[in-house]
């Protein structure tokens, strides 16, 4: 009894292969998403709890700003473009300019989140700082 082999499969998949590698070449897929945009600006809200008193301070991604004891530097933010809940990142790093032990150490260097700043959360004892908006 001879067994006869099914050549008709092999040739069906060689003829697939070939039409994704050209459905590949003609429509190549996106590796990133576009739902992230990043941004330049970055808008922070500064609380003094001393005097309760709060303040709107935008930064320029990647310069430091001198905001009375505290050395601010937004290293980069993303905006996300859901319609419903938008999700503001950015990295931001703090030094406390008072705190003469520690002069390269930052007292936040971490990301913070615009919808949950409890998360990573910047812990002074005189000022607070939220993320507002990335621009």
Not at 44 to 54: A, H, R, Y
Not at 61 to 74: A, F, P, R, V
Not at 93 to 110: A, R
């Amino acid at each position: 009894m001879l067994i006869k082999k099914n050549t008709n499969l092999g040739k069906i998949k060689k003829i697939l292969y070939i039409n994704l590698l050209i459905l590949f070449l003609i429509f190549p897929f996106k590796i990133y998403s576009d739902d992230i945009v990043q941004g330049t600006k970055t808008n922070i809200k500064i609380l003094d709890k001393i005097s309760s008193k709060n303040e709107l301070i935008k930064l320029n991604n990647g310069q430091e700003l001198l905001y009375k004891d505290l050395l601010i530097k937004s290293m980069k933010c993303t905006n996300s473009q859901f319609d419903d809940n938008p999700e503001i990142t950015a990295y931001l790093q703090v030094k406390d300019l008072i705190n003469q032990n520690n002069d390269d150490v930052f007292v936040f260097n971490d990301w913070m989140f615009s919808s949950s700043p409890s998360i990573i959360p910047f812990d002074h004892p005189v000022y607070d700082i939220w993320l507002v908006g990335c621009y």
